[in-house]
């Protein structure tokens, strides 16, 4: 039966572990000293080797070599690889959690190993444990018989309580890095005979994110049933877009050329790539303009070809870092409301609309809107976002000089004076705050221009949110009832 590859390549021996060479020197000289401890905590993210450290150390407590141990050969070494050594035992902390577990656990660690010189009691997940359970082990792990080892591991610290912490040996890994990664994967390949480029397996060791586990789980996807492997075949294979094409949906959007962007992104979603992976691929394309801008030597820091990397400065060269800057968090607000959306690629395409319209997620004052006025002028509010802000308080009105007076004007009965004396904002930042309103809406960045004629006239950006308004008239029209004593019709028209 096929074994996947991070457990046929899993390291049997201390020098083939990755990434990790501080605890594996801290491990090598204890062992060769004597002076192992009897409790260890073994912290990091996941597929950083925890468990697998954990195995050596135990392989190492147990192995009969008189070289260096573990030597990965003897009889002890190849039972605790196979898991059929009677004193080393592996506890899922999710499925061993409660008292009578560790009372169990409790009663046996008082007899003495059987077949090794050393018991070793590796306990994954510990955090998992309850507090009760933490408890009935406070005793035995800090004084436990001879010859018995605890190792914890968890990828959460911060949940074991300070009484176990205090009573072990903290050891912290570290994610491992792309170069090392694509070291392993490069040694794999030729022993299993796959003849990949490095530019594929550079960008599958990009994407396991400094975990071992999950790069070797992208390269057996990848190289299942295959004898060569290209970079096309991994973004492929991955649901992932090419360089080339953030490039041209980031022209596009950057010109304001609303129609050509929204086209490249349905044919991108044409091709069966996926839409929150492609806008987070588009979030680290802005990251690496910005890496390219303000670097050197970018082709050390990012992980594209020589050749896109000069594409990439050719285009950061023509955008300004508060262009970066707004793309960035538009497209991350997007990605963030779409992981609890039904309809992902709406909010992906409205945050294209809104990055070719300059209207970025904390909001982007109107070109066409009056200037605003002198420090006298009490604060409007302020779209920011989801949700429109209140300024924390109005300033005093400064008193104005005395102007002329001149004769009162009659009021035309052709036009009807503003039904209400606050301020335009005002009246539509207490309709944009119900809860009733999609937040969609609160984001678009909408204005109310004016109210007259029995109409209020509502600005917006494109044609998108004005058929988005429209759905919701009923509504923002009796919410607009409710502001301002009046019935009044809504009109929705575009910015040109």
Not at 176 to 182: C, D, G, K, Q, R
Request: include cysteine.
């Amino acid at each position: 039966m096929y074994q996947a590859l991070y457990r046929s390549f899993r390291p049997e021996v201390f020098d083939e572990l990755l990434g990790q060479e501080h605890i594996e020197k801290i491990l090598k000289n204890q062992i060769a000293t004597g002076t192992t401890g009897h409790a260890y905590v073994f912290c990091g993210t996941r597929g950083t080797g925890k468990t697998t450290t954990a195995r050596l150390l135990a392989k190492a407590l147990n192995c009969t070599s008189d070289g260096d141990r573990p030597c990965g050969q003897c009889e002890a070494c190849r039972a605790i690889a196979a898991g059929t050594f009677i004193d080393v035992q592996e506890i899922d902390a999710a499925s061993f959690t409660g008292v009578d577990n560790i009372r169990q656990l409790r009663e046996e660690v008082n007899y003495p190993p059987v077949t090794g010189r050393n018991k070793v009691y590796i306990i994954d997940e510990a955090h998992m444990l309850t507090n009760a359970a933490f408890n009935a082990l406070l005793k035995t792990l800090e004084e436990p018989p001879a010859n018995t080892v605890f190792i914890l591991a968890t990828t959460e610290p911060n949940k074991l309580p300070a009484t176990i912490l205090s009573r072990c040996m903290r050891l912290d890994f570290k994610r491992v890095p792309e170069e090392t990664i694509l070291g392993l994967f490069k040694r794999i390949c030729k022993e299993t005979g796959v003849d990949a480029e490095e530019d594929a397996l550079s960008l599958i060791a990009s994407n396991a994110d400094g975990s071992v586990r999950d790069g070797l789980s992208i390269l057996d996807r990848c190289i299942a049933g295959r004898k060569s492997l290209t970079r096309d075949d991994v973004l492929f294979l991955l649901g992932m877009a090419g360089a080339e094409v953030y490039i041209k949906i980031t022209d596009e959007v950057l010109a304001g050329n609303t129609g050509e962007a929204l086209t490249t992104f349905a044919g991108v979603l044409s091709e069966g790539k996926e839409v929150n992976r492609f806008v987070l691929d588009w979030v680290e394309h802005f990251r690496n303009l910005m890496v390219v801008k303000f670097t050197e030597k970018p082709e050390n820091v990012i992980n594209l070809s020589r050749e896109n990397v000069a594409k990439l400065k050719a285009q950061s060269d023509s955008v300004n870092m508060d262009d970066i800057r707004r793309c960035i968090e538009t497209l991350s607000k997007a990605l963030a409301d779409a992981r609890w959306s039904p309809k992902p690629r709406v909010l992906a395409e409205l945050a294209i609309v809104q990055m070719c319209s300059g209207t970025a997620v904390t909001g982007i004052e109107d070109a066409s809107r009056p200037a605003a006025q002198p420090a006298a002028r009490p604060a409007a509010a302020v779209n920011r976002g989801d949700s429109f802000v209140r300024p924390a308080a109005k300033p005093a009105a400064v008193e104005q000089p005395a102007a002329e007076e001149k004769p009162p004007v009659r009021t035309s009965t052709l036009v009807e004076p503003d039904p209400v004396d606050r301020k335009l904002e005002d009246i539509w930042y207490n309709v944009m705050q119900s809860e009733e309103i999609p937040a969609l809406l609160r984001m678009s960045g909408s204005v109310l221009r004016d109210i007259k004629h029995g109409v209020f006239t509502v600005q917006l950006s494109n044609e998108i949110i004005k058929s988005m308004l429209e759905n919701e008239r009923p509504l923002i029209e009796a919410l607009m009832e409710d502001e301002t004593g009046k019935r009044l019709r809504m009109e929705a028209i575009v910015k040109e």
